[in-house]
């Protein structure tokens, strides 16, 4: 298949939404990372998309919307906590999930009673669904298991010949995917932490919320049965060809473990790259790491030496994902 390149104007959106309307594949820029776009009400478009990514048949596509009018097409539930939410992060790196309308095909939900719905804060991304005329089924434009693409460069490194066109616009500003959070429940529950964080949600909404468990728990320590709630959370993810090692500890002695690593991995000849962020950087890491992930591949890496954020607020989003492209792989300094 020949991929087309399109430029991120208003004509060239208006090609990419022709191509959605009639049941092909566009890649397009988000504030998160990329997106892979279909019909989200078109069961053979989006069965593409799995295809496209090599993405397992049991993971839900997040269902993206340019105003909440569409919020009626998908679901007949609009509690007071999501109009809260929705007023205070939308446009913006929040998914809701809440019960959805039979209209939505079981392959767009991995075949649950349930949707997550986002309104993306990306003129470009807005204006593509408004013009497709049709709620986007986009999940991260990444072949499935690699870094998700936060440059329209990483899409075509991974897509380029297996979908219709991809968007060519800037880089994603947050640079990790949305906080996905389910409204089902009496209580709101985070199942990804993203760029929106559980004290800002918090804060909004003037009450507790909940983490879903096994986001607390690292199959390194804890042999554990838990099933995370949203079924992509249990795949492999993020993970770069070379080796990930995560160093944890004082800032200042983790970058002497880390440099004096280096030095001792190239004197047996391999390439090594350090990624280290400084206290206070969540947002640059946030921002940074699946591109740094990226490079680091580009450049032939064997292994890639980063530190820990604290675990708090985007923080926390962040060392989700560092944790799992290193496959838990952490030393304490
Ligand atoms: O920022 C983002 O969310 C990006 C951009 C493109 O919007 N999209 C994205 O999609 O990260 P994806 O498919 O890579 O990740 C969606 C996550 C998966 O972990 C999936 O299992 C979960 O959301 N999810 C989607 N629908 C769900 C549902 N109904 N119930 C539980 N989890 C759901
Ligand atoms: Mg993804």
């Given amino acids: 298949m020949i991929t087309s390149l399109l430029k991120d104007t208003k004509e060239d959106i208006k090609k990419a939404a022709e191509i959605i309307a009639s049941g092909g ?195 390194d320590l804890f042999n554990n049965n838990l099933k995370p709630k949203a079924p992509g959370m249990k795949y492999k993810h993020y993970a770069p060809e070379a080796k990930v090692v995560l160093y944890d500890g004082e800032p200042k002695e983790v970058l002497g473990a880390m440099q004096s690593e280096k030095k001792r991995l190239e004197s047996e000849g391999k390439k090594v790259s350090l990624i280290f962020f400084d206290k206070g950087e969540d947002k640059k890491a946030a921002h940074e790491l699946f591109a740094r992930l990226r490079l680091a591949d580009s450049e032939n890496a064997d292994f890639i030496l980063v530190n820990t954020l604290a675990e708090e607020g985007l923080g926390f989003s962040v060392m989700n994902r560092m944790l799992k492209s290193a496959g838990y792989n952490i030393k304490k300094i």
Avoid at 63 to 74: G, W, Y
Avoid at 142 to 150: A, D, Q, R, Y
Wanted: aromatic share 4%.
């Fill in 25 to 219: 594949l566009v890649a397009f820029p988000t504030e998160t990372v990329y997106g892979l776009g279909a019909d989200a009400l078109n069961a053979d478009a989006v069965s593409k998309v799995y295809a496209a990514k090599g993405r397992p048949s049991d993971n839900p596509m997040i269902v993206h919307i340019s105003s909440t009018d569409d919020i009626p097409k998908l679901t007949d539930e609009i509690t007071a906590d999501m109009k809260t939410l929705m007023d205070a992060f939308w446009p913006g790196p929040m998914t809701m999930i809440v019960n959805r309308k039979p209209i939505i095909p079981d392959v767009t939900t991995g075949g649950l009673d349930t949707v997550g719905i986002r309104m993306p804060d990306n003129e470009t991304a807005r204006l593509l669904i408004e013009m497709s005329g049709c709620p986007i089924a986009a999940p991260s434009a990444n072949l499935s298991g690699k870094p998700s693409p936060t440059t329209y460069k990483h899409v075509v490194e991974d897509l380029e010949g297996r979908i219709d066109a991809i968007i060519m616009s800037g880089d994603c500003e947050v640079g990790i995917e949305s906080t996905v959070i389910d409204m089902t429940g009496e209580t709101p529950m985070i199942l990804r932490p993203g760029g929106i964080t559980k004290q800002m949600i918090e804060g909004t909404l003037g009450k507790e919320i909940l983490l879903d468990p096994t986001l607390n728990k690292r199959p």
